[in-house]
């Protein structure tokens, strides 16, 4: 049996657990689900959509919110019950370190943004995996040695694929025994970016990005107005974050949000290992840009060499015009 971790936030599910969920029914025909906190047991019928057969859903007064540790405790006690052969998570922030706390209480391994997994058929022989190292720009094959695999899944690396005809999970739930240890690190409150509506980075299927070329706060305001034209969203990078010009929630890259656009717009972008590593998934990517030899070029499906302070009005008002 395989057991997912499928997170979400406060009841909302996040995308790439469903692509998880779909590779671990390449490893098992059984397959359960868990979440932590009592707003995930909603989730039952999704994670039932798309393998899984059983929801656990992990409740406790003090996981109101994410609180990665106990998420850690409440999945080691869950192992120890159920036995499973692996868990997976997908391979976001949050995957990968509510997995590394697993790994640190049970003392094991774990193998994080793998894109291919194996399990070992014979007893003491080592799991087989590739994962992504260097941002994805280096894959290496490599041998866990470890009983129970404990490993995250590259985002995107899976197509989500629902179950024709499946059912509903079943749900049980468990309240795990937490330590004080456990809840130092948590969510304790919300607001300003987190409260902010719209589309977010993960689900949209266009996103204007831009970069250090956007010159400053200000220069994001054209790009809003060319995302909001095209039912998109805006995204930065990193240096832009680290300067204060825009929140971190927008943030595409290693360090940030990894995205699968259909249309992806980098303006004013260079294209530093840690960006692609982040955009590099999206169907088309336009590139804006003056530097005719920035990196990010070798990745641009389209690329206008010019000022993006002229390119992005001149495409905001070609595509005003195709819609009076």
Known sequence: MILVLVDHDLGELDPLSLRALTCARTLSDAVHAVVIGGAGAGLAGVVGEYGANVLHVATHPEL?????????????????????????????????????????????PMAAECSAITLSTSPGAPHSVTRARWAANLMEDAHVHSDLLIASVLAFSFEAQPV???????????????????????????????????????????????????????????????????????????????????????????????????????AGISGAMQHIAGCKNSKTIVVINTDPEAPIMAYADYAIIGDLHQVIPALTAAIKATKI
């Not at 192992?79 to 094991?108: C, F, K, M, Y």
């Not at 969510?187 to 250090?212: F, H, N, Q, Y």
Request: hydrophobic content about 40%; charged content about 20%; proline content about 5%.
């Open 64 to 108: 109101t919110d994410y609180t990665p540790a106990a998420s850690g405790r409440a999945l080691a006690q869950l192992v120890d019950r159920l036995n499973p052969s692996a868990v997976l998570a997908a391979g976001s922030p949050r995957g990968n370190e509510q997995l590394a706390h697993l790994a640190t209480i049970l003392d094991l």
């Open 164 to 266: 024709v005809g499946a059912a509903e999970a079943k749900v049980e739930t468990f309240e795990p025994l937490l330590e004080p240890a456990d809840l130092m690190v948590r969510v304790m409150g919300r607001g300003g970016e987190s409260s902010k509506g719209g589309v977010t980075l993960a689900d949209a299927k266009v996103i204007v990005s831009g970069g250090r070329g956007v010159g400053g706060p200000a220069g994001f305001a054209q790009l809003e107005e060319l995302a909001e034209l095209l039912e998109g969203t805006v995204g930065c990078s990193r240096v832009v974050t680290s300067a204060g010009w825009r929140p971190h929630a927008e943030q595409v890259g290693q360090t940030g949000t990894k995205v699968a656009p259909d249309l992806y717009i980098a």
